[in-house]
Structure formats: structure tokens, C-alpha cells
């Protein structure tokens, strides 16, 4: 069943009594020497210590267990600051603090909007299946619709009673009714929805509305916020370029048009060999990578056998024939998000071997005209 609302769900049985006791001697202040006794207490408490209610009231509670357990738990609660005791031979006088009485005013606030919770959650069901019944049936629903009590508490998780007491209330506010007819009605789930059940039940549903609608959206931003920390903890260990990672960054974590990624880590890649063999900003695309990385005179040596520098330039100039040309021409939609990411990975590596590179010669600037493909 669903968790007690009330006294009963408190599980410890310091709780029960330090309740029981502001129960028995009120919200109010207590005066010197007064106070209620051990066995004042024990009484509501009877089925917790496995006696019955008249046993505190006879001789030999005073050398009981029951009472032995009544005084270990005030004790404790005495200890917390919750009540105060007047230790004596014989029964003690026990009372509440004001720390007591405020603690128990917290549990009732919360026993209250738990238990309106729980009757508006009943009573939206409730009408929720009557209007289903009516929307099947709309010229016969006052006649035939019925609700089956032991269902109806079993798929809430309620006792019967309280699906039971929640109709009334519905009854009372005229949200349903009773058939005209000789039958038992609401005891036997014979009720049907009426014109004033229906508005609230669509009331209800629009105040909902916007609050699920906040909801979805505060999700969302979550969602981003989550991606956006994975960036930050993925995009250092995989782009060690901070130019690189600075200018990609942003697009990386777009929910899109991943072309823009492709275009702006090219266009990177691009500038620094053109930096580092000094050529001029004429020299663009395969034509600068044929120039920096020439197996026979390129000044940027990947390595000193030819057929490997032969290889660097061919996957530089590769980069700039078949990634840079077709996204600085055209906007390509086809990009993933992974995509993107592996892409400016292998960009951060050529960068990284440019960085490296034993540059032993350097070119002058070339003045050829812009050279692209």
C-alpha cells in the first residue's frame, strides 16, 4: 500500500510517543509540574508495546516491560531536547518541548499536503474513468457507468476507504452523481460524471499544461548543459590545438549544420602551413600543400624518405581537395556530430606534425596567384 499518511508512519517509536504526547497535553506551553505520565502515554500507544489499553492502568504496569520501554524512549527523547521529564519514584511527569511541539507541527504540515496530494491524485482518477466511460457512451453514460472500488484502490495503491471517501467529496461538489434508479449508487460504484466534473477534470489538464511544458524545457536545458560538460571534459584530451578547439568548440556542440566544423578546421589547418613555410595569402588549397610538403624541396619535412614525404603531402592535399573545396563551395547537411568530432581530431594531428616537423628550409613568400581545386 501506499505509505501511511498520519501518525502511523512514523517509524521509530521515539516518534510515536514524542506524537502521542503533544497529542495528549496540546500545542500550548506547559507550566511547572505539569506533564502526563508514563502510562497517560502508554494508552495510545498500546498496540506498538503488544499490551492492551487497559493494562497501564493496573499494578503491574509499574514493573513492566511496556513501561520500562516507555521511559528508554523518553529518555532518548529527552536527549534531543524534544520533552522534559520530572524523574521521580514512581510514575514521571512528561511534557513536550517547545523543540517537541514545533517537530510534531512539522509532521502534521507534512501528513497534510501528503494526504491532498493523495485525494487530488484519487479524485482526478476517479473522474478520469467516468469521462472515458462517458466519451464511449454519451447517451447512456448516466445509466451504465460504474466504477469497481477494489479495482479502483488496488491500481492506486490506496485503501478502498479512501476511494471511497474521495467520491463522497465529488458527490458533495456536484463533479459526479448518482443514477436515478433504485440501485445502491455510489457504494456499489454506480456514479457517472456530470457537466461540472468535466470542466474541472479539463481545468486540471490545462494548469498542467504549462508546468509539464517548463518542465520538458528544464529537462532540455539539462540535457545541453550535460553535453556541453562532456565537451569540456572530452574536447582537451582529444584537441590539443587551443586555436583549433577555441574556434571548433562552439560548433561542435550546435545541434547542426556540422559542415561548419569540417570548413573552420580546414581553413585552420590551411593558415598555419601557409605560416609555416611563409607563402603569401595568394597561395591557397592542393597548390600551398604541394609547395610546404614537395617530396624533391618542400620546406616542411615529415621524412627524410621519399615515398613517406611523397605520402604527407598527398593526405594534406587531400584534406584541401576533397574536405576544404567541397565545404567552402557548398553546404553539406550530410555531417554527423561524430563526424565532425573525428575530423577535427585528425585536423589536431596534422597540426601537431606541422608543429613538429623539422623545418630546415625556409619558403619565401610566393607571390603566385590564388591556386585551387
Excluded at 266 to 276: G, S, W
Amino acid at each position: 500500500m501506499t505509505a501511511q499518511v498520519g501518525p502511523a508512519s512514523l517509524p521509530q517509536l521515539e516518534d510515536r510517543v514524542l506524537f502521542e504526547l503533544v497529542a495528549l497535553t496540546g500545542d500550548r506551553p506547559m507550566g511547572v509540574g505539569e506533564g502526563v505520565s508514563e502510562a497517560d502515554l502508554a494508552v495510545p500507544l498500546a498496540k506498538e508495546l503488544d499490551i492492551s489499553p487497559d493494562f497501564p492502568s493496573s499494578s503491574d504496569f509499574h514493573h513492566s516491560e511496556a513501561r520500562m520501554t516507555i521511559l528508554a524512549a523518553v529518555e532518548a527523547l529527552e536527549d534531543e531536547g524534544v520533552i522534559e521529564a520530572h524523574k521521580v519514584f514512581g510514575p514521571w511527569t512528561i511534557r513536550p518541548t517547545r523543540n517537541g511541539r514545533r517537530k510534531v507541527a512539522q509532521w502534521r504540515d507534512e501528513w497534510e499536503r501528503r494526504q491532498q496530494a493523495l485525494d487530488q491524485k484519487v479524485q482526478r482518477r476517479i473522474l478520469e474513468k467516468l469521462e472515458k466511460q462517458r466519451r464511449s457512451n454519451p447517451s447512456r453514460y448516466t445509466l451504465i457507468s460504474h466504477l469497481d472500488w477494489d479495482e479502483l484502490s488496488a491500481e492506486l495503491d490506496v485503501e478502498r476507504d479512501v476511494c471511497l471517501a474521495n467520491a463522497h467529496r465529488l458527490l458533495d461538489q456536484r463533479r459526479i452523481a448518482e443514477p436515478d434508479t433504485d440501485q445502491l449508487g455510489i457504494a456499489v460504484g454506480q456514479v457517472y460524471i456530470t457537466e461540472a466534473g468535466i470542466q474541472a477534470l479539463n481545468v486540471g489538464r490545462a494548469a498542467e499544461r504549462p508546468l509539464r511544458e517548463a518542465q520538458e524545457a528544464w529537462v532540455e536545458v539539462a540535457r545541453l548543459r550535460r553535453r556541453l560538460q562532456i565537451a569540456e571534459r572530452t574536447l582537451p584530451s582529444l584537441i590539443q590545438d587551443k586555436e583549433l578547439r577555441r574556434r571548433c568548440e562552439d560548433l561542435l556542440v550546435a545541434e547542426g549544420h556540422y559542415d561548419r566544423v569540417i570548413r573552420e578546421a580546414c581553413v585552420i589547418l590551411e593558415n598555419r602551413v601557409r605560416q609555416a613555410v611563409g607563402a603569401s595569402s595568394n597561395m591557397v588549397g592542393t597548390a600551398l600543400m604541394e609547395t610546404a610538403f614537395s617530396p624533391k624541396h618542400g620546406p616542411v619535412r615529415l621524412s627524410d624518405v621519399e615515398q613517406e614525404q611523397l605520402g604527407a603531402m598527398q593526405f594534406y592535399r587531400g584534406v584541401m581537395a576533397f574536405f576544404r573545396n567541397a565545404a567552402g563551395h557548398k553546404v553539406i547537411e550530410t555531417y554527423s556530430q561524430e563526424d565532425a568530432l573525428r575530423f577535427v581530431a585528425w585536423i589536431d594531428l596534422l597540426l601537431t606534425m606541422v608543429r613538429d616537423a623539422d623545418n630546415k628550409h625556409t619558403l619565401g613568400t610566393v607571390s603566385t596567384g590564388h591556386v585551387d581545386v
